[in-house]
T-cell receptor
C-alpha cells in the first residue's frame, strides 16, 4: 500500500523560513509532488521531484531523498498569503496508470 | 482557455437521494480522478480512469459510481449507499505520459451537503 505522512500544523512568522517535511512509502515510485491549497479551493501545483536533490523555484524549494523516502518543502521570506494547507503527494505507477496518493496536508499559519 | 470544470460549486441533497457531480476537461488529458476531502484531511481517491470506457476503484469507492463515455467527461454519482456523503469533492486530470506529466490539474471542487 501507499503511506504518506506529514505534520498536521505548523506556525511561522512573516519573513521567516519554514520547512515542511513529508515521508512516504510507496511501490512503483514515479515522483513526489507538492501542492498548495487555500481553504475551500482547489490544490495548485508547487513542485515536482523525481531525482534526489533540491529543486528551487523562487521562494519555494523542494528536496527529495528516494533512499530515505523523504521530501521537504522549504518556503522562504514568508508572506501572510502563504497561510494555506500544503499537500505532499507521492505518485506511483500501477498497471500502466500513474496514481498520486496524498498526505493529510500541513496547515501553515503565518502570523505577523 | 483550457481547464477542468466542476459543477455545481455547492450542492444540497436530501438523505437517501442519489446525486451526480459533473467534471469536464478540455485539456486533452487521458487520465481523470475523483478525490474526496473531509475537514482537516487530505485527498482520498474514490475512482480513477486512464482511458475512455475504463475506470478503476480507488481507496474509498464504496457508495460511489462513475462512467467515462467521453474523454472529456468523468461524472461521479454519490449513491444512497454512501454512509457519510457530506464532503468536498475534487476532480482532477493528468496527461499521464510519465514523469512531470503525471501532475494532476484540479477543478474548483463541489461541496456536497446532505441533509
Amino acid at each position: 500500500g501507499q503511506n504518506i505522512d506529514q505534520p498536521t500544523e505548523m506556525t511561522a512568522t512573516e519573513g521567516a523560513i519554514v520547512q515542511i517535511n513529508c515521508t512516504y512509502q510507496t511501490s512503483g515510485f514515479n515522483g513526489l509532488f507538492w501542492y498548495q491549497q487555500h481553504a475551500g479551493e482547489a490544490p495548485t501545483f508547487l513542485s515536482y521531484n523525481v531525482l534526489d536533490g533540491l529543486e528551487e523555484k523562487g521562494r519555494f524549494s523542494s528536496f527529495l531523498s528516494r533512499s530515505k523516502g523523504y521530501s521537504y518543502l522549504l518556503l522562504k521570506e514568508l508572506q501572510m498569503k502563504d497561510s494555506a494547507s500544503y499537500l505532499c503527494a507521492a505518485c506511483h505507477a500501477s498497471g500502466g496508470s500513474y496514481i498520486p496518493t496524498f498526505g493529510r496536508g500541513t496547515s501553515l499559519i503565518v502570523h505577523p | 482557455d483550457g481547464g477542468i470544470t466542476q459543477s455545481p460549486k455547492y450542492l444540497f441533497r436530501k438523505e437517501g437521494q442519489n446525486v451526480t457531480l459533473s467534471c469536464e476537461q478540455n485539456l486533452n488529458h487521458d487520465a481523470m480522478y475523483w478525490y474526496r476531502q473531509d475537514p482537516g484531511q487530505g485527498l482520498r481517491l474514490i475512482y480513477y480512469s486512464q482511458i475512455v470506457n475504463d475506470f478503476q476503484k480507488g481507496d474509498i469507492a464504496e457508495g460511489y459510481s462513475v462512467s467515462r463515455e467521453k474523454k472529456e467527461s468523468f461524472p461521479l454519482t454519490v449513491t444512497s449507499a454512501q454512509k457519510n456523503p457530506t464532503a468536498f469533492y475534487l476532480c482532477a486530470s493528468s496527461p499521464q505520459t510519465g514523469g512531470k506529466n503525471t501532475e494532476a490539474f484540479f477543478g474548483q471542487g463541489t461541496r456536497l451537503t446532505v441533509v
